[in-house]
C-alpha cells in the first residue's frame, strides 16, 4: 500500500534532465552560450559510485550541472558518455520514452532566427494552436528545435507564462530553467498515479487535436494526443509533460539509460525524505533499480542517492540532500 501523502514533503518538482553527451562543447555552446544557461558544478563521478546509481560499467563519469539563473529545478545534467550504446537521435513526439525538454522563451521568433543561424535546424518555424483549458481554449506558440547530440528542445511562448525562477530572478533573459520534461508513454494513468503517490498531481489532462501542434512536432493529420501537465504540490517550476499519442513509432525505451546512452536518458528529483519515496515509488507500481547509498557528487552534493524506474520503464533519480 502507498503510505499517505501527508507522511512526505511532496516533491516539488524534477530537479534536472539528465542527458548524455560524448562531448561537451557543442552542448556549452547550446545551453550556455545560446540559451543563457551557466555551469554551475562540475568534476568527475567515481566509477564506485557511477556504476551503482547508473548500472555497473558506467565506470568514472564526467559531468556538468547547468542551471538557469541559478534556478534549483529546471537543470540539466551533462554526463560524457565513452561508450554509448546507441548513436545519438532525436526522438519523434510518436516514439515511446523520453522526448523533448521544454523552456519558455520571451520572443519565439529572435529564437528561431538566432537558432537557425547558428546551425541548430526546427522541424518547422514556430506554431500557434489552441489547447483546451476546461470550456476554454487558450492560445500558445511552440517551436521544436533540434539540439545538438540528439536532444529535442521545445521552445514555448504562452499567452500568459507561468511565474519561474530564472524570470523572477532575472526578468530581461530571454530563455528560462526547463519548464517541462516530456516523455510519451502507453500506459498512461499507471504513470499518474505513480507520480501522484510521489507528491505530483496533474491539474491538466486533456486529448486534442490541433493543426499547428502536428505541423509543430510532425505529427500526421488527425493525430490524437492526450496530454498532461504533472506539476508539484509545493511549487518547483519543472513538471512532467506526460504524451499518449493514438499512433506510435519507435520505442525508444531500452536504449535511454543514463551514462551509457546519448540524448536524453533520465529525470532527477529532489525529495525531502528517500526512504518514504522510494516505499511510495514500489507501493505505485514502479522499481528500485539503485537502492539508497551516501555519496558527494558534483550534480547533488552531499547526498544520499537511488535511482528507480517508474511503471513505463523510465529511469529517475531520487536524492536527499545531507
Request: proline content about 8%; glycine content about 10%.
Amino acid at each position: 500500500m502507498t503510505p499517505p501523502l501527508e507522511s512526505t514533503p511532496p516533491l516539488e518538482s524534477i530537479t534536472a534532465a539528465v542527458i548524455g553527451v560524448d562531448d561537451f562543447a557543442p552542448h556549452l555552446d547550446f545551453y550556455c552560450g545560446e540559451l543563457g544557461y551557466a555551469v554551475e558544478a562540475e568534476g568527475v563521478v567515481p566509477a564506485a559510485d557511477a556504476d551503482r546509481l547508473w548500472g555497473e560499467g558506467a565506470g568514472d563519469v564526467e559531468v556538468r550541472l547547468l542551471a538557469a539563473a541559478g534556478a534549483a529545478t529546471g537543470r540539466i545534467h551533462l554526463l560524457k558518455v565513452t561508450d554509448p550504446v546507441a548513436p545519438a537521435q532525436h526522438p519523434h513526439t510518436l516514439d515511446v520514452g523520453l522526448a523533448g525538454i521544454n523552456l519558455y522563451t520571451r520572443d519565439i521568433a529572435a529564437s528561431h532566427e538566432r537558432l537557425r543561424a547558428a546551425g541548430h535546424p526546427w522541424i518547422s518555424p514556430p506554431q500557434s494552436f489552441d489547447v483546451p483549458v476546461g470550456e476554454l481554449t487558450v492560445q500558445v506558440t511552440e517551436g521544436y528545435c533540434l539540439g545538438p547530440g540528439g536532444v529535442g528542445v521545445v521552445f514555448v511562448q504562452p499567452a500568459g507564462p507561468r511565474p519561474t525562477a530564472a524570470w523572477l530572478e532575472d526578468p530581461g533573459r530571454q530563455h528560462t530553467e526547463l519548464t517541462s520534461v516530456v516523455c510519451h508513454v502507453p500506459e498512461f494513468d499507471a504513470e499518474l498515479a505513480f507520480w501522484d503517490a510521489l507528491g505530483m498531481s496533474a491539474g491538466y489532462d486533456v486529448t486534442f487535436s490541433a493543426p499547428g501542434l502536428e505541423t509543430m512536432a510532425d505529427l500526421p493529420s488527425g493525430t490524437q494526443v492526450r496530454l498532461a501537465f504533472v506539476a508539484g504540490r509545493d511549487g518547483g517550476t519543472t513538471r512532467i509533460e506526460m504524451v499518449r499519442a493514438d499512433r506510435t513509432r519507435v520505442d525508444r525505451r531500452s536504449t535511454q539509460r543514463p551514462a551509457r546512452a546519448l540524448g536524453h536518458t533520465a529525470w532527477s528529483a529532489r525529495t525531502g525524505d528517500l526512504d518514504d519515496a522510494l516505499a511510495r515509488a514500489t507501493g505505485a507500481g514502479g522499481r528500485v533499480v539503485c537502492p539508497p547509498f551516501a555519496a558527494e557528487t558534483p550534480l547533488h552534493g552531499a547526498a544520499r542517492l537511488a535511482m528507480v524506474e517508474t511503471p513505463n520503464g523510465l529511469s529517475v533519480e531520487l536524492w536527499q540532500p545531507r
